[in-house]
């Protein structure tokens, strides 16, 4: 069975940091387009981070550049979103999705369609 099991959330305070983790379960994430999204309440989901299959480049929303960063660990199977610089506007319930990266046809890894998705861990940034 195809599974991405997220780790990492938590309650922190405005400046702190957090470690996102996305394992695979079933599969081999290096194999995969993977990308961080987010939804916050009242808001619909938004990108957060992914990886373009096309170059291997990373994007990043506009909100966090500077401060978020994902990256791969292979030999763990997993990717990581450090989130760093956290403020209020940050809460939300974060997602890691999955597409083998066959799929991910589109330009943009925030466009591909993900078919497999993380049970989503909350984040609250609160003082």
């Known amino acids: 069975q195809v599974q991405l099991v997220e780790s990492g959330g938590g309650l922190v305070q405005p400046g702190e940091s957090l470690r996102l983790a996305c394992a695979g379960s079933?599969?081999?994430?290096?194999?995969?387009?993977i990308g961080w999204f987010r939804q916050a309440p009242g808001k619909e989901r938004e990108g957060v981070s992914c990886?373009?299959?096309?170059?291997?480049?990373?994007d990043y929303a506009d909100s966090v550049k500077g401060r978020f960063a994902i990256s791969r660990d292979n030999a763990t199977n997993t990717v990581l979103l450090q989130m760093n610089r956290l403020n209020a506007e940050d809460t939300a319930v974060y997602y890691c999705?999955?597409?083998?990266?066959?799929?991910?046809?589109?330009?943009?890894?925030?466009?591909?369609?993900?078919?497999?998705w993380g049970q989503g861990p909350q984040v609250t940034v609160s003082s």
């Open positions: 999705a999955a597409l083998p990266a066959a799929w991910a046809l589109q330009e943009s890894c925030v466009s591909y369609e993900y078919d497999t």
């Open positions: 079933g599969f081999r994430l290096a194999y995969y387009a």
């Open positions: 990886f373009n299959v096309r170059d291997g480049s990373t």
